[in-house]
């Protein structure tokens, strides 16, 4: 991911092992993570048991948010593609009890129907 679509606020794949090794202390055992995608700082990681957004904080960093949501909690999502004006994608998820979506933008480079196919896979089970 460049630095621009970083600033601009688009997400972009990263290393599964890398962001399963960062995630260590916080997964269950046996649990594994199958895709994960960072927005400058921030990551939201597709574990087999869960979505976790982790939410870097602060100037340096070094605060972090672990934001956890079980599968069984998305109520509903939905992926709007990029455009030939509009280049990015975007992907919004709903969570029981919250009016909010959680909105996350890729950019045109990443595969926008992998990701709702990842989410799919494990809400819809």
């Known amino acids: 991911m ?14 599964v092992k ?12 046996g649990e594994a993570v199958e895709k994960a995608y960072r927005l400058i700082r921030d990551v939201f990681v ?3 048991k869960r979505l976790i957004l982790v939410d870097k904080q602060g ?26 004006f ?15 979506p959680i909105q996350k933008q890729f950019n045109k480079n990443l595969n926008i129907y992998e990701v709702q196919s990842v989410l799919a ?3 819809l089970k």
């Open 18 to 29: 890398e962001v399963q090794s960062e995630l260590k202390s916080i997964l269950a055992a």
């Open 59 to 84: 100037l340096t960093g070094k605060k972090t948010e672990y934001h956890s949501i079980p599968y069984r909690s998305i109520t509903h999502f939905s992926v709007e593609t990029a455009g030939s």
């Open 121 to 123: 896979a494990y809400v």
């Open 46 to 48: 597709f574990t087999d």
């Open 86 to 100: 509009d280049l990015d994608a975007e992907l919004k998820i709903w969570v029981s009890g919250s009016q909010m």
């Open 2 to 15: 460049g630095f621009l679509d970083g600033l601009m606020g688009n997400a972009s794949e990263v290393s």
